[in-house]
């Protein structure tokens, strides 16, 4: 019989599926979760554009079968929230006091916004948000809502001291090229600007923290560069393409999960102390 955990980062995986945007597709969640079960992956993250939207009978069923396909598995899926999020439904469910997550169903979990937990020795944190770029194109409380920005609270909370190797993110920071980004495109500067701001807000969390690696959603793109991070230091960036593409999903194996080392943190400790010295 499937279990019910009561912690579902517990005990720490020996596989990891990261998955980009969903948008609330119930055939894509389900093949996704699918291709999981096969794999034997027993956690999936999830980075945002989830589909967690305002209560209604399509909203309801999404959840419903994504869950149900999850417990046939006996998988856990932890999710961190986008821009196109309910966050106002999302912020009225409370905050599980034993594991810090919010509990959606018996095997869907929401990553709050600067939340950390360990795996194989190393730290991991969530950090959810976007800015809509079409959001004059959507309609609020429909499939447009207030509260898709990270705030100076959720900025300082994730910047706190503390060792972050892995960041999972809904953007992308400041300072890494995403490809598509840059040339033409359809929509108003100023709206260009804001997202340009979001991601200048995300960038003030990874130059405090120094993560090793940054794995995020958003902008529908499968690619991977390196970010050079003040008093020296690399960030591997990852980004993931959109539901329907097979660049949505990355598996990362027991051995992967373990490259992170003590050693290089001590190292971006030192390197975190110097570049906050010249702040």
């Known amino acids: 019989?499937?279990?019910?955990?009561?912690?579902?980062?517990?005990?720490?995986?020996?596989?990891v599926m990261l998955a980009g945007d969903w948008h609330g597709q119930i055939s894509w969640a389900v093949a996704c979760i699918q291709r999981a079960g096969a794999r034997e992956v027993p956690v999936i993250v999830q980075l945002g554009d989830f589909g967690f939207w305002t209560a209604s009978p399509a909203a309801d069923r999404y959840i419903g079968s994504v869950n149900k396909t999850l417990a046939e598995h006996d998988i856990s899926l932890l999710w961190l929230d986008g821009n196109h999020e309910d966050h106002s439904r999302l912020a009225?469910?409370?905050?599980?006091?034993?594991?810090g997550l919010r509990k959606i169903t018996n095997n869907i979990w929401h990553l709050p916004r600067g939340f950390r937990w360990t795996w194989h020795g190393a730290t991991w944190m969530a950090v959810g948000g976007a800015h809509s770029v079409d959001r004059q194109h959507r309609r609020e409380g429909y499939n447009w809502w207030p509260g898709e920005h990270l705030t100076a609270e959720?900025?300082?909370?994730a910047s706190r001291p503390g060792p972050v190797d892995v960041i999972v993110a809904h953007d992308a920071p400041l300072g890494v090229t995403v490809p598509g980004l840059g040339g033409p495109n359809p929509w108003p500067?100023?709206?260009?600007?804001?997202?340009?701001?979001?991601?200048?807000?995300l960038r003030r969390v990874v130059d405090q923290v120094?993560?090793?690696?940054?794995?995020?959603?958003h902008y529908h793109q499968r690619y991977?560069?390196?970010?050079?991070l003040p008093g020296g230091g690399t960030?591997?960036?990852?980004?993931?393409?959109?539901?329907?593409?097979?660049?949505?999903?990355?598996?990362l194996d027991a051995?992967?999960?373990?490259?992170?080392t003590a050693a290089t943190r001590e190292e971006r400790a030192a390197r975190r102390g110097q570049a906050q010295s010249l702040t």
């Open 255 to 260: 051995e992967q999960l373990h490259t992170i």
């Open 235 to 251: 960030c591997e960036v990852q980004g993931l393409a959109h539901d329907g593409s097979p660049g949505n999903l990355v598996i």
């Open 92 to 99: 009225s469910l409370p905050v599980d006091p034993d594991t």
């Open 1 to 15: 019989m499937p279990h019910q955990p009561l912690d579902p980062l517990l005990p720490a995986p020996g596989k």
């Open 224 to 228: 991977d560069t390196t970010l050079e």
């Open 189 to 201: 500067v100023a709206e260009i600007e804001a997202a340009q701001q979001h991601r200048a807000l």
């Open 154 to 157: 959720d900025v300082e909370y």
């Open 210 to 217: 120094h993560p090793a690696a940054l794995i995020h959603g």
